[in-house]
C-alpha cells in the first residue's frame, strides 16, 4: 500500500495514465516489441493494485491511441491479442477485487472477437463498486469530442448548461475529470488523450519507462500531487489583499 505523509491535498480521486515506454524498455534488452507490450500488461496490473490499495477510486489509462492504427500490423495485431487475452484472464481479478471496468474509444474498429470479451467485461463488473477502471483503446481526444459534438443540439442551453451536457457526452460520462495524470517513459506532451477532461489536471512525468513503474514510482508521483497547490484559475487571498 502507499502511503504519505500529511499534506494540503488529499489523494487524488481520479488518476489518468499515459503508459509510454513498452517497446523500449524491449528494445534495450535485445527483445521484440511485443515483449515489451506484454510486460507492460503485467506492470498495469501491479499499477491497479497499488492504486485501489492506496484508495484511488477511478483510474483511467491510454493502452491504444487512433494514431496507434498507423504502426506496422503485426504490431497491431499482436497488441490486439494481448488485450483479448488480458481481459479474459483477469476478469476473475477483477471481479475478485471489485473493478468496475470500462473501455472507451472508437469501437467500431474493434477485431469482432476482442468486442465481443470487452462487452462480456463490462456486464460481468457493472455492479462493482470498490473502483472504476476506464482502458482508453482505439481512443482520441479530437475523435471523443467530435463524437460528443454529434449528439446533441446546444443551440437551447445555455453556456454552463453546454458544458455540464457535453461533458456527459464524452467517454468518461459522469465520472469526475482526473486530477493527475501520469505520463511515463519521459515523454512531455499528452499525445491527444482526454483533452476536454485535463483542463486542470496535475501532470506528473516520469522518466520510468512503463514496464519498470512500480509503487515507488506511483508514491512519487501521489507525494508531487501532494505537494501541489490547485487553484482552477483563481489567486490565493495573499495576493489579493490591499497593501
Not at 158 to 182: N, R, T, V
Request: charged share 25%; hydrophobic share 40%; aromatic share 12%.
Amino acid at each position: 500500500m502507499v502511503k504519505l505523509e500529511e499534506s494540503s491535498n488529499a489523494l487524488p480521486r481520479h488518476v489518468a495514465v499515459i503508459m509510454d515506454g513498452n517497446g523500449r524498455w524491449a528494445k534495450l534488452r535485445g527483445l521484440p516489441r511485443v515483449a515489451g507490450h506484454r510486460e507492460g500488461l503485467s506492470a498495469a496490473k501491479s499499477f491497479i493494485m497499488n492504486a485501489l490499495q492506496s484508495g484511488i477510486p477511478f483510474i483511467t489509462l491510454f493502452a491504444f491511441s487512433t494514431e496507434n492504427w498507423k504502426r506496422p500490423k503485426l504490431e497491431v495485431k499482436a497488441l490486439f491479442e494481448l488485450a483479448v487475452n488480458a481481459v479474459d484472464s483477469e476478469l476473475n481479478f477483477f471481479s475478485g477485487n471489485s473493478i468496475k471496468l470500462r473501455f472507451i474509444g472508437d469501437r467500431g474498429r474493434y477485431p469482432q472477437r476482442l468486442l465481443k470479451k470487452v462487452n462480456q467485461a463490462e456486464t460481468m463488473t457493472r455492479d462493482n463498486t470498490a473502483m472504476t477502471l476506464s482502458v482508453a483503446l482505439g481512443y482520441s481526444g479530437r475523435w471523443d469530442i467530435l463524437h460528443a459534438i454529434k449528439k446533441f443540439d446546444t443551440a437551447s442551453l445555455s453556456d454552463a448548461d453546454c458544458e455540464h451536457f457535453f461533458s456527459k457526452h464524452l467517454s468518461l460520462g459522469g465520472l469526475p475529470d482526473p486530477d493527475l495524470l501520469i505520463r511515463t517513459g519521459g515523454e512531455q506532451r499528452l499525445s491527444n488523450f482526454l483533452l476536454w477532461n485535463l483542463a486542470y489536471t496535475e501532470i506528473f512525468f516520469s522518466k520510468t519507462l512503463w514496464p519498470d513503474f512500480d509503487k515507488d514510482d506511483l508514491k512519487q508521483a501521489l507525494e508531487f500531487f501532494s505537494g501541489r497547490e490547485r487553484r482552477y484559475g483563481r489567486i490565493d487571498e495573499v495576493f489579493t489583499s490591499e497593501p
